[in-house]
């Protein structure tokens, strides 16, 4: 299928590592020009690079997110660069374990910061672009946000925040066509992922316990299938498709755990 994303200019933040890499990667098969937003400078760098030699056009912009300044700069690097902006895909996040026991309100202030902050300033940066171009926003959100996860309310709290924001940019953009959407992922092996699997006494245990608990093929969703999945809410595929929560995590997050036990 041809997801009409020829040309179109993609922002994509966290997109030199784990799944906004995978997005990244298939935006530029897709003939799109992807934008990597991401703060440390050399992976970023090194992608842009790659995908320049395969012939595809993509930017790299530096950017820690976490400064709202930065992520005004970020939309004005692309749109100078650029000349146009097209689609939104907020990404970027940190599963920094602010607890309500192992933590503190400072702490949970920062990591909304981190989470979230940018997920609305960059929209908010971008809107007047991406109205010119009758534009979409993607929010890659997290499973967790509707089962919790324990030990991360700062995470969570953003996570969770993602999806209600879905649903009100979605109705305040509405008399402009740009449609907004989320993207929820489980368990997905990335490099936070395995970060998180390192936190256990035996990381392939608790890896092969997770997987035998996912209903479909028993494996983790890779990183290309949520960028799959990304890629065709973000096209004018999913064209009548606004304000939705999906969940590619091969069933784990809703099927009946009597189906698999
Ligand atoms: P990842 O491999 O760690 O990638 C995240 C990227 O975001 C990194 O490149 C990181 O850059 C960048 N980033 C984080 N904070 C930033 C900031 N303040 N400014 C600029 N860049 C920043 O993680 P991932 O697993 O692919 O996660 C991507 C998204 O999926 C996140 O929103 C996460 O919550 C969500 N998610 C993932 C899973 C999963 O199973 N992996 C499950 C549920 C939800 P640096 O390395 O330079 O910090």
Redesign the pocket.
């Known amino acids: 299928m041809d997801l009409h994303l020829t040309n179109k200019v993609i922002v994509v933040?966290?997109?030199?590592?784990?799944?906004?890499?995978a997005i990244v990667r298939g935006a530029a098969k897709e003939g799109a020009t992807p934008v990597i937003?991401?703060?440390?400078r050399e992976?970023g760098e090194k992608l842009a690079a790659e995908l320049k030699q395969a012939g595809h056009s993509c930017l790299f912009v530096q950017?820690?997110?976490?400064e709202i300044d930065q992520c005004q700069q970020a939309i004005q690097k692309t749109v100078d660069q650029l000349g146009r902006m097209d689609i939104l895909i907020n990404?970027?996040?940190?599963?920094d374990g602010v607890g309500l026991e192992k933590g503190f309100p400072e702490a949970f202030m920062q990591s909304l910061q981190?989470?979230l902050q940018?997920y609305y300033s960059l929209a908010h940066y971008a809107l007047p672009y991406l109205k010119k171009a009758k534009g979409n926003i993607v929010n890659?959100?997290?499973?967790?946000a509707l089962t919790g996860q324990g030990g991360t309310s700062g995470?969570i709290a953003a996570?969770g925040a993602q999806l209600a924001l879905t649903r009100e940019w979605a109705a305040e953009l509405l008399p402009y066509g740009i449609r907004v959407n989320a993207v929820?992922?489980?368990?997905?092996?990335?490099?936070?992922?395995e970060t998180w699997l390192n936190s256990f006494a035996s990381p392939e245990e608790k890896k092969a316990e997770i997987e035998r608990r996912i209903p479909l093929e028993q494996r983790m969703t890779t990183?290309q299938e949520i960028a799959d999945t990304v890629l065709f809410l973000a096209s004018d595929r999913s064209s009548h498709t606004t304000g939705q929560h999906l969940i590619p995590d091969g069933g784990y997050t809703h099927l009946d755990r009597a189906i698999h036990s």
């Not at 933040?13 to 890499?21: D, K, L, Q, V």
């Open positions: 933040t966290g997109g030199a590592s784990g799944i906004g890499e937003v991401n703060r440390r992976r950017a820690d997110l976490s990404n970027a996040g940190v599963n981190n989470n940018h890659i959100s997290s499973k967790t995470y996570k929820l992922p489980a368990e997905v092996l990335t490099p936070m992922y990183a």
